[in-house]
T-cell receptor, first 112, second 115 residues
Framework: SQQGEEDPQALSIQEGENATMNCSYKTSINNLQWYRQNSGRGLVHLIL?????REKHSGRLRVTLDTSKKSSSLLITASRAADTASYFCATAPTGGGNKLTFGTGTQLKVEL | EAQVTQNPRYLITVTGKKLTVTCSQN?????MSWYRQDPGLGLRQIYY???????DKGDVPEGYKVSRKEKRNFPLILESPSPNQTSLYFC??????????????FGSGTRLTVV
């Protein structure tokens, strides 16, 4: 089952603009993670936010988590062409052992 | 370099011919998983392992087997591959449950085509 659903499915912006992606999930979680995937390659972990955190920053990335709405957002500020990739949220459910459930992803294209 | 290594990167096989995709990690991680990625469906977990000799089914385990005889290796076995198993496969590992310390490290993927 797909725990996370990203929105939008695709996003096209100009270099220098900010990109915001949203993720909704269905069950109680321990943490929520965001990953980046360049075309057909392995996923790279970007940032993790725990269920008791509301906001987290890492470089140009800002993640928020609203457990009452079961949603998260990823903001990439001052985007670059190199940020062009697919972005996935993944949730680790409460008591879920090693289960990590991914959404279907947002395809981001940053144009020069 | 800390990494997850999958082999092969590309594989074309015929229906019914048993195959194994290998996965090895050099980070002494306890937790390992296999995922398949299909267009429009995202990544779906096939099997996962929480330690040597401890494995469990993910969301789409049918048609797959795994084993965890050593901590570093977690091979994915397709006993009788079928065309609906054509997909991009990823192995991933983590130090702790749910990737709670720094997430999961993914391999580069294995693109499998079953004809």
């Amino acid at each position: 089952s797909q725990q996370g659903e990203e929105d939008p499915q695709a996003l096209s912006i100009q270099e220098g603009e900010n990109a915001t992606m949203n993720c909704s999930y269905k069950t109680s979680i321990n943490n929520l993670q965001w990953y980046r995937q360049n075309s057909g390659r392995g996923l790279v972990h970007l940032i993790l936010i725990r269920s008791n955190e509301r906001e987290k920053h890492s470089g140009r990335l800002r993640v928020t988590l609203d457990t009452s709405k079961k949603s998260s957002s990823l903001l990439i500020t001052a985007s670059r062409a190199a940020d062009t990739a697919s972005y996935f949220c993944a949730t680790a459910p409460t008591g879920g052992g090693n289960k990590l459930t991914f959404g279907t992803g947002t395809q981001l294209k940053v144009e020069l | 370099e800390a990494q997850v290594t999958q082999n092969p990167r590309y594989l074309i096989t015929v229906t019914g011919k048993k195959l194994t995709v290998t996965c090895s990690q050099n980070m002494n991680h306890e937790y390992m998983s296999w995922y398949r990625q299909d267009p429009g469906l995202g990544l779906r977990q096939i099997y996962y392992s929480m330690n040597v000799e401890v494995t469990d089914k993910g969301d789409v385990p049918e048609g797959y087997k795994v084993s965890r005889k050593e901590k570093r290796n977690f091979p994915l076995i397709l006993e009788s591959p079928s065309p609906n198993q054509t997909s991009l496969y990823f192995c991933a590992s983590s130090l702790v449950s749910g990737g709670d310390l720094g997430g999961y490290t993914f391999g580069s993927g294995t693109r499998l085509t079953v004809v």
